[in-house]
C-alpha cells in the first residue's frame, strides 16, 4: 500500500491550497481516510477525516475553511484548504484506516501513512 500526497506549498494568508493524496495497492473504497499535520517542534495532530461512507469530521481549528472529500474512483482524498492562517504552516499527512467501525480523530484508527506535503503560509 503506498499513499502518494502532493499540492504543498508556499501561500499567504486568506490563501487557498488544494492538497491531494493517491493511494494504490489496493481498492479503498470500504476504507476511511484523513489528514493529519505536524508543526515544527509539535506533536501530529488531526485535522479532517472521510468515511468510507463519506461522513465528515474536522478539528476545531480548520472547521469552515477546510474540506475534505474524496473520489473512490481515483483512489484520492483531497483537502481544500481556504482562508488559510499561518498557524496553518506544517507537514501534511493523508492517512487511510482499514477498520471501517472506527473513524476519527485518533492516530491510531489510521494503518497506512503517505511521506508528507509541507505547507507553508505567510504572513
Known amino acids: 500500500v503506498q499513499l502518494q500526497a502532493s499540492g504543498g506549498g508556499l501561500v499567504q494568508a486568506g490563501g487557498s491550497l488544494r492538497l491531494s493524496c493517491a493511494a494504490s495497492?489496493?481498492?479503498?473504497?470500504?476504507?476511511?481516510m484523513g489528514w493529519f499535520r505536524q508543526a515544527p517542534g509539535k506533536e501530529r495532530e488531526f485535522v479532517a477525516a472521510i468515511s468510507w461512507r463519506a461522513s465528515t469530521v474536522y478539528s476545531d481549528s480548520v472547521k469552515g475553511r477546510f474540506a475534505i472529500s474524496r473520489d473512490n474512483a481515483k483512489d484520492t482524498v483531497y483537502l481544500q484548504m481556504n482562508s488559510m492562517k499561518p498557524e496553518d504552516t506544517a507537514v501534511y499527512y493523508c492517512?487511510?484506516?482499514?477498520?471501517?467501525?472506527?473513524?476519527?480523530?485518533?492516530?491510531?484508527?489510521?494503518?497506512?501513512w503517505g511521506q508528507g506535503t509541507l505547507v507553508t503560509v505567510s504572513s
Open positions: 495497492g489496493r481498492t479503498f473504497t470500504s476504507y476511511n
Open positions: 492517512a487511510v484506516g482499514g477498520r471501517p467501525l472506527q473513524f476519527g480523530t485518533r492516530l491510531s484508527f489510521y494503518d497506512y
